[in-house]
């Protein structure tokens, strides 16, 4: 790991590169954006803290608002992260199925409200087992799968037994339905609508089925960040899991709302022709999965291909020079995040803070 | 910072946590004592690329198997600054190093080791040159050749005569030798151009990743990069049958939606998917129908023999496994099925 803390006050064209930095704008921006949608809505933001990895950023969401306080982790061992940076409520919107794993959530239990997401009898079977003898009681959901082909139930029946199950077990409580989708091809407003409304009503159709067997859903738990506005007033939804909108990435242009605040700073370390230009930033430390290349941020500058620990970059009219710094927009966000130990915040180029990323490399 | 379960030594492999860089430590020694078995009696040695486990303790195994030139090679100053810590005292950083900042930490190193960088042009070679005078110390320098794909170098002999020049000139700089991209007949000709002017050049080293073999049976070549095959990955097991993957990612079955198909704990995020998708060792016929940042999603061929339920291991082999380990704060070491060690990776995210 990399301990990387500049000095409070410095230009960013004296910090050593590669450097992750958050525009501080930008992401007040964003979290402004998400306060204003969901400001008098009864559906609130529970924001998906695999993104940012960092309690803090989790809180100054909560401090601009729309939330109900509560976030997302993809794993257990991020929400021990947010247990230990002072939020309490959490859904982790996926299963855990070994029995370490879940007495560690049976340990986090006792600290606060944990939710988990089950798609098998089975698995709330062994949930209920340790949860009653640990003396806890877990709040479980039943994931539904709405197009994503991944894990939840594939029908409304299936649901309605899973929640017989959690109703009729000690150490578990049924709360409610979760449905995790992604957007398609058509990423207008009317497109985002008919794709949200589409999967999240399969979902729904879950909640239904289940209520009319006689148990109460208090939570729906769904939509992420293409859909953050158009999920917020669909009857029946309570929360909306964006995590994306925080730092923002190229993937998500569509929302001219949002702007991107994670960035990643390099250098020019080689000039082999006026219109070519070697940058320090590579594949290792930008996260580019095939077919998401990086953006460069600025006007006539191209990015020509990237490698372990370097870019290529084409200019057109030779405006780069080695020792100039430059900045690359993330084709993912989350990824990104995920290679760095620090967050270099600035705000008009110069650094304010420095913050850990303590959630990076949690994937126990 | 990972945050896996540390359970105790003797941990039958399976009980481990999960999803997380399993290393067999037998298949590692193997591995490692095959590459130095090739070096050891050619004049042509080994100088062992880490940065592709970012291991200390690894780097440490193959300088002790022999066939090597007692150093290492890195790609960047701070992957530099932890292997030094750990003990080795000669270190090449295959890369360039030219702001002021990185420069006055490459002087720093030089005090602590002997550090050699690559150059491909004068203003750098300047640069390097005053500040190691004000510093009083000499950084060795080793002269990039283009490999003509656009990436940094020297472009012709004539250029690199004038670098070697330079260098030679230069007060607190001493020429270490030559290196460069894939054309190999490329450095070789321009370092015989540079002797041809009367400057020795004492090393080649030439990157040996794509086939160790051939260079390392080339007759001026000095030095041979290779790192990827301790560990080995997906992508290269086909290429180097003589290796055999030890570094794997063991992860949990955690749904099981429908015949055939399952969901496990790990992901692009702890498996790596830069440069294609990782192979699964222990399902028939299977296939990664894709893999979200936590989730694998793996058809296979189910059957009364081949039923894998919720908190079974999967076994899953990096397509690359430099990618791999960057994202990993451990390695848990096992032998014969069992947890034998767990070391730490202090490499990962050194991209300074």
Redesign the interface.
Known sequence: ??A?IPQVGTHIS?L????LIVELDALENNFKVVAETYKNTNCKMREHT?NTKSPLLAKLQMSFGGTNEGVCT??V?EA??MVQGGVTDILIP?????L??IE?VCALAKQGDLKLCV??I??VE?ISQVASKEGVQIGLLIEV?TA???????SPDQGVSIAKAIDQLDGVSFRGVMSHQNVEEDKTPEGRYLRAKETIDICLAVKDAIEAAGYPVEIVSTGETFCYDIAANIPGVTEVEGGSYALMSTSYSYLTEFQIAGKVLG?V????TPQ?A?G??????L????GIIPTFDGDDVQV??I????I?LRTKDNNLN??DHFKLLPGHQ??LV????KYVAVRNDIVEEVWDI?G????? | ?????IKPIGTPTEEL????LIVDGDVLNENIETMASFFRDRPQKLRPLV?SHRSPTIAHKQIRAGGTVEGIAV??L?QAEVFIASGFTDVYIA??V??K??IARLCALTKQATVTVAV??H??VNDLNDDAARKDTTIRVIIYV?AGD????V?SDQEAVDLASTITNASNLELAGITGGEAVNDILGAKRTIEAAGIPVYSVTINGEADYKQVGMMEDVTEVLAGSYALMDHSRRELFPEFKCAGRIMS???????AGYM?T??G???IG????FPSIDNLPESSV?GL????G?IYFSQSKHCNP???DKVWCTPHDI??CV????YMFIVSDGTLEAIWDV?A?????
């Open positions: 790991m990399d990387y004296d050593e590169t590669p450097c695999k993809a794993k061992a021990e992260i996926n299963q855990v199925v070994t370490d794993k560690r798609d098998s089975q698995n062994t799968d994503m082909g991944r894990a939840g139930v594939r250098t370390v080689s000039k082999p070519t070697i320090d930033i590579g594949s290792l430390s996260a580019a999965p095939a020509d291909s490698h372990d620990d370097h290529v080695v020792g989350d990824m995920n290679r760095w130990d303590p990076r490399g949690c994937y126990h | 910072m990972e945050r896996p379960i946590d999960t999803p997380s940065s790609t960047t701070s890369n360039l030219v702001t900042a990185k491909d042009s203003a750098n283009s656009g990436l940094f170098g472009d949990t079955v955690t749904s099981r939606p429908e969901i704990d790990a692009q995020k702890s998917a830069d440069t294609g129908k979200s940042a936590e989730h999603s339920q919720l908190g430099a990618t960057n994202l990993h704060d202090p990962r995210g050194r991209y300074r």
